[in-house]
């Protein structure tokens, strides 16, 4: 079982780390990053602060993992930082591993909050034995035009403020996966948002139970082999695919090698979001239940189009916290308290 972090109250002092990607600190985007960190200072009432090279620019941070690593240790090792939040994702998180000392992490369970690339991140810290959060990040989410969604913003304080339990994850009325280029031009237009279809069982019925943990799909396959690799026996597993739109073929074959890996030896369901502007939706579903079916996994339980991931708004799945998903309401539930 995973260790769970304390909750966050107002006053208290988040830190921001640029893990992956260092686009938060280049000068075209230094703007964005003030609006994310004034939202989480307005909205949260939280003190942020940032690590020593969380806004050095994306090709320094690019060339220095080690100080990537570095700054990670640096948030969970100083007492007054009671939660670590991702400025944004990227491809380049899994460098940091050779540098990463799960000691220390295991040493300071705290909040961490990230998706995307930042699934690295969650594995290494479930290597520690912390749980942590798929979630909103400084960049995209907390800097969103014009305001953080509310569904957004509802859902970081019932899983991060709160240590009562979460309760039934209703989906969002509306949803959004447009792209509008990060231009201080376009920071007052708001995106086209879409009514939420609602939860899609693929298969399976009765209720499906486990702890969860999962992240996004093509992280996920970088991370095959590797000391991060996680036991997911007996898990509620979740995932999602990148704003990159994986072809099917390609989708076809990252599941393919997540079976070989023992991703899915021993699974109770699988929560899939809804695919990045629902691009491939019908294909990605079509493939999922072929290949589960090929592995002899055509009764295991699966939900479709749940809002994580890289579309908006977005809920928080917390690792290791036990979910409930009940095939008949197509209902999400976390009936436990997810921080302490």
Known sequence: MLEKPRHLEPGDTVA????????????????????????????????VVEME????????LKEHPHLRAQDLHQAFSDAEVKAVFSCIGGDDS????????????????????????STVTHLMLTKAGISSFYGPSVLAEFAENLAIYPYTEAWVRKT??????????????HWTGERLPWTEQNRTKAKSMI?????????GEGVMEGSLMGGCLEVLEMCIGTE?????????LFLETSEESIPPKRFQYMLNRLFSAGFFDAPRGLL?????????????????????????????????NLAFGHNEPMFILPYGAQGFFDCRTGMLSLPEPVVS
């Open 16 to 47: 921001t780390v640029s893990l992956s990607w260092g686009g938060a600190g280049d000068a075209e985007l230094l703007w964005r990053y003030e609006v994310g960190k004034k939202r989480l200072e307005d909205v949260f009432g939280l003190k």
């Open 272 to 304: 899939f979001a809804k695919p990045y502007q629902g691009i491939y939706q019908q294909e990605y579903h079509a493939i999922l239940k072929k290949t589960l079916s090929d592995h002899g996994l055509s009764d295991l339980p699966v939900a479709a």
């Open 160 to 173: 991060l403020f709160s240590n009562k339990p979460v309760g039934p994850v209703a989906m969002p009325s």
């Open 228 to 236: 991060i690799w996680p036991d997911c026996t007996d898990c509620l």
């Open 94 to 117: 899994i460098r940091m591993l050779p540098y990463i000392d799960y000691e220390l992490l295991s040493h300071s369970p705290k909040v961490f909050l990230g998706y995307s690339d």
């Open 53 to 60: 090279h969380t806004l050095k620019g994306s090709a320094y």
């Open 195 to 203: 009514v939420h279809e609602g939860v899609e069982v693929l298969q």
